[in-house]
């Protein structure tokens, strides 16, 4: 009794203790903070609000508290709608919780790359290209999947001199992170081609440019002033200035005409697409998709069908995305195909070799759904064999009875054939091993006068043709229904029976419902 109550007592104090209420006050936060950033109308009242939570756990917590502080940045940060967007404000936060952080804290990188970004966008307090690349280097370095806009930042110059290798290194990093660099990565091996073939186009490149950092620079989400050198760069027929403008259209970017925005982002995406550039083709598919499911609030086997081509080519030409996308039309059989597990577990198996993260998703969720599968089929055998074992019991149990029952010269007759009485055996004493010795209880075997020696050869034979209907084919069928019958005639004509002809003799193959 004593110690049951120092039990309930211990157990109170450590539910009241203030790690514990700080823990716990910490969850309601980050959840209010999420709540925040999905909210398109969110108020500045909730925004105060989610801070008052942060700064309320900082005057409770004794010890310091970076993850709060890097809280209330985020708050105040990018991931916020625009309108509640103070990056001065942000930067000023993240340092503080970077004073107090080790660098091996999970949020570190983030809060160096995000203090980066602040520099970036002229808010602390004035713009500094030279800090906003020293920062998110050292936050990209760290974590994998930050490592883009580093990329940006060489390829173009900001911050650090023009770098196209370290570039090309930085997208690879993102992608193998997890991260989404294909269209960076993809547009900036065009230039490096370009260059090699001494083909490039000089006056669209750097309009290209130009619009690149413009539309990354900009703080104005409605500010297009980059939107005219990067229209020209693509008349001019730099591909990735098509495709770029095709995609600012897809995600309506520009303007507020919905069915414009897709006109012309099909049109755009199909002359890069004619060209052979990759990410275009690849957009063009996912485009089909998005317009049959507005127009029919799904995808149609129509819209499927349109975009299967371009999926399939851009897939053969190592675009891990479109890989993934072909993983799952032979999975799901769109567009008509042949449902097809295992190429859709080899394209997902070459799409997140390269990086690509939703493939590497989905193979683990394919790969645990096998597993219980394949979990589930070991316990319905493991049952089959428990039946199996009761079954043989029951006919071996019932077989001894009658043997009791049988008059001394009856005995005496099964003795002199060579017979040995078998003992009572129990489900339990059944040797699993000789499961496929299993077989029903067929009425017809259990004649009155038998032979044990004979009704196991001919068992034999039944079982395998019971339990191996589904893999067999009718040759072997006909094999094992010839033997038993020859068997069966063999020991009849010594006079020792072992019941009328089985039903199995005659069977025609089809299973039984």
Known sequence: MKKSLLFFLLLQVLCSSPSLAISKKM????????????????????QERVVGLFREIMRKDKKPNPDAFFFIAEAYSMSVPKHLQNLETAGNYYKIALGQMPSDHKYWAKAMYNTGLCYYYKKVPTQDLNKAYEYMSIGANKENALAAMVGLFHEYGI????????????????????????????????????????????????????????????????????LPQLIQAAEMGYLPAMFDLGALYYYDGVGTNHEENMRLAEQWLKRAADAEYIPAIYQLATLYEK?????????????????????????????????CAMAIYDYNGYAGLTIDKSAAKEWLQISADQGYARAKQILAKLNDLEKKERQEIRRERAQKIAEAAQAISD??????????????????????????????????????????????????????????????????????????????NDRNRRDYQENMRSLRMKWEAKGMWIGSPSKWETWDGTRKK
Do not use: W
């Open 27 to 46: 969850q309601e936060a980050i959840n209010a903070l999420a709540s925040l950033e999905r909210g398109k109308n969110a108020t500045t009242e909730e």
């Open 159 to 226: 911050g650090c001199e023009v770098d196209p290798s370290k570039a090309l290194e930085f997208y690879n990093k993102t992608i193998s992170g997890g991260g989404d660099a294909y269209a960076h990565y993809y547009q900036l091996d065009y230039f490096v081609r370009c260059i090699t073939e001494n083909r490039l186009d000089t006056v669209a490149y750097e309009l290209f440019k130009n619009s690149q950092v413009g539309f990354t620079m900009r703080t104005n989400p409605y500010d297009e002033s980059y």
């Open 291 to 323: 317009l049959s499911a507005e127009a029919n609030g799904a995808v149609t086997k129509e819209g499927y069908e349109k975009a299967l081509p371009f999926y399939e080519k851009a897939a053969v030409a190592g675009f891990a995305p479109a890989q």
């Open 395 to 472: 006919i071996i149990n019932g077989l001894t009875k009658k043997q009791q029952k049988m008059s001394p010269s009856q005995k005496q007759r099964m003795q002199s054939s060579g017979y040995k009485q078998q003992p009572n055996t129990s489900s339990s004493d059944i040797d699993v091993t000789h499961k496929e010795k299993a077989y029903p209880r067929d009425k017809e075997l259990l004649h009155r006068k038998y032979d044990m020696r004979v009704y196991d050869d001919y068992a034999d034979l039944l079982m395998n043709m019971y339990y191996g209907f589904s893999i067999y």
